[in-house]
């Protein structure tokens, strides 16, 4: 079995007690997108979450380039990116700050002119200055989808990434996520919108 991306071996997650979902194995290999898929409160959120570090597993193992995760987690941590519902952004700072201070805190600098390059190709050129607060929830995503655009990370795990999007926001986030695995990147994805990623899409359903 190719061990370059990550594997997940009889995983699940509990809440209150309760299992959430038959345990499940799978793997993300380099160039490859995984939808996850289930009914609302399945857990598809819990273990995106579960993946990244952010919440426990209830049982099973995960590994990262062929290694058990306790030994590889630095370097796993160094090549996850999550974007969940939360989008992590501070309402006082402007999108331009947001995306430095986010680069900052990742160990990844940023430079001014390829953080404003990465706005505008979200739409935002004449709102990047504005404090976050006073834009839109679309154009907040947009911020986030920018923080995205700038990562060098392998590993994308986005929740719903297209909620409050309209069309030509959804084309270019596609366009940015096709990119990602043709430069051999890897994504685990939730959403109620089918994301056509040029046949590279596998499925995962979690069940009861």
């Known amino acids: 079995m190719n061990t370059s991306g990550l594997q997940v071996v009889n995983a699940s ?5 309760r299992q959430l979902f038959a345990p499940v194995s799978f793997a993300v290999q380099p160039g490859q997108a995984m939808h996850l898929q289930g009914d609302n409160g399945a857990g598809k959120t819990s273990l995106l979450r579960a993946l990244c570090g952010l919440s426990p597993l209830s049982q099973g193992q995960l590994s990262w ?4 995760l306790p030994q590889a987690r630095h370097a796993f941590m160094q090549q996850v990116f999550y974007l969940g519902h939360a989008l992590g952004l501070k ?14 805190i990742a160990g990844q600098p940023l430079d001014t002119t390829t953080a404003v390059k990465a706005l505008t190709a979200q739409g935002l ?4 200055h504005l404090p976050l ?7 907040k995503r947009r911020v986030a989808l920018a923080r995205l655009q700038v990562s060098t990370a392998r590993l994308w795990l986005l929740d719903e990434p297209l909620v409050a999007l309209d069309t030509g ?3 270019a986030l596609t366009e940015l996520l096709q990119t990602h695995l ?4 890897m994504l685990l994805f939730t959403s109620h919108q089918p994301l056509d990623l040029d046949g590279r899409v596998q499925i995962l359903s979690l069940q009861p």
């Open 13 to 17: 997650c509990e809440r209150g007690g």
């Open 65 to 68: 380039g062929g290694q058990p």
């Open 91 to 104: 309402d006082e700072l402007s999108a331009l700050e947001n995306l430095q201070t986010a680069a900052a």
């Open 125 to 128: 050129s004449s709102r990047m």
């Open 133 to 139: 607060r006073v834009l839109s929830q679309g154009q």
């Open 169 to 171: 926001a959804q084309q």
């Open 182 to 185: 043709t430069l051999g990147g």
